[in-house]
């Protein structure tokens, strides 16, 4: 009797210990899914980071006109004296252009700047 029990005892610790390395096989297989998530979502981070600046700079370069940078963080009144000196720069190379009609605003504008009205 005493050997058929502890055949049983040795079989329930076997079936208990077989249990928790399953266990644990299942924690490490969660783990390493977590750190193989995180550590795609960290490269997708940077390289959104990546793209953010590059576009960033990209559309800095564009909104250079004739050496004037535009800076999207200004007042209004700094707006609109940036929209003056293009205006001036444009009808400085092209004083004789129709889009400057008489009584126009940029004529107005432009003949201020330039000295000519």
Excluded: C, W
Aim: glycine share 6%.
């Amino acid at each position: 009797m005493e050997v058929k029990y502890d055949v049983q005892q040795k079989e329930l610790v076997i079936t208990h210990q077989q249990a928790e390395i399953k266990q644990h096989r299942t924690r490490q297989f969660i783990y390493i899914g977590g750190l193989i998530a995180s550590g795609l979502l960290l490269s997708l981070l940077a390289h959104v980071v990546m793209l953010r600046t590059h576009r960033n700079r990209a559309l800095a370069e564009m909104k250079t006109i004739n050496g004037l940078q535009f800076k999207p963080k200004v007042t209004a009144f700094a707006r609109f004296a940036f929209y003056l000196k293009v205006a001036a720069v444009f009808f400085k190379k092209f004083p004789a252009d129709n889009h400057a009609q008489p009584g126009s605003l940029f004529a107005d504008i432009a003949g201020k700047r330039l000295g000519t009205v």
